[in-house]
Every structure is written in structure tokens, then in C-alpha cells.
């Protein structure tokens, strides 16, 4: 299994920015489809997940980021809003299936004027 995440960049705080991950490979169900994202010092936190029974949200993201999912694209998505320097972090994307977890690779989100 692969995902590819894109959508990571440079925004002033305030703005908006939308990641991607497509999931490929040996794909059968997938249970699981989120992110995740670090800093440099800390730990892998979640941001967002998508599950059978809604979304889950970090409480600081909570009214600002939106994940989606697209099943047919086996792609998932990060809506970030009113984002902020505190959002600055490498965001990571990974996906359940068969109670094994699989991480892409990262995107860089860096929020600054």
C-alpha cells in the first residue's frame, strides 16, 4: 500500500490550504483514512480522522479543518481554514485496513507572514 499526500505549502495565518492523500496498492477495505501531524521535539499528534461512526477532531482544529473522503479515489482530504503559526508542522496521512496501519510520507505546512 502507498499514499501519496501533495497540498502542503507557504500561507500567511488566516488563509487556507487543502491536502490530498490517495491511497494505492493491494487495497481490499479500508477501515481507516486520517492525519496526523509533528513538530520538530514532539510527538505525532492527531488532527483528524474519518471513521464508521463521523469525523473526530483534535480540539484545536475543531471548527476550522474538514476531512473528507472520496472511497471511490480511496483519497482523503484536509480542508485547513483560518489556519494559524501554531498549524506549522509536517502533516502525515494514513490509513487502516485490516487493523494494519500504513503512514505516507509527509507534507509541510508552514504558517507565517
Known amino acids: 500500500v502507498q499514499l501519496q499526500a501533495s497540498g502542503g505549502g507557504l500561507v500567511q495565518p488566516g488563509g487556507s490550504l487543502r491536502l490530498s492523500c490517495a491511497a494505492s496498492g493491494s487495497i481490499f477495505s479500508i477501515s481507516r483514512m486520517g492525519w496526523y501531524r509533528q513538530t520538530p521535539g514532539k510527538q505525532r499528534e492527531l488532527v483528524a480522522i474519518?471513521?464508521?461512526?463521523?469525523?473526530r477532531y483534535a480540539d484545536s482544529v475543531k471548527g476550522r479543518f474538514t476531512i473528507s473522503r472520496d472511497t471511490a479515489k480511496n483519497t482523503v482530504y484536509l480542508q485547513m481554514n483560518s489556519l494559524q503559526p501554531e498549524d506549522t508542522a509536517v502533516y502525515y496521512c494514513y490509513v487502516l485496513i485490516r487493523a494494519v496501519t500504513y503512514w505516507g510520507k509527509g507534507t509541510l505546512v508552514t504558517v507565517s507572514s
Open positions: 474519518d471513521t464508521v461512526g463521523g469525523p
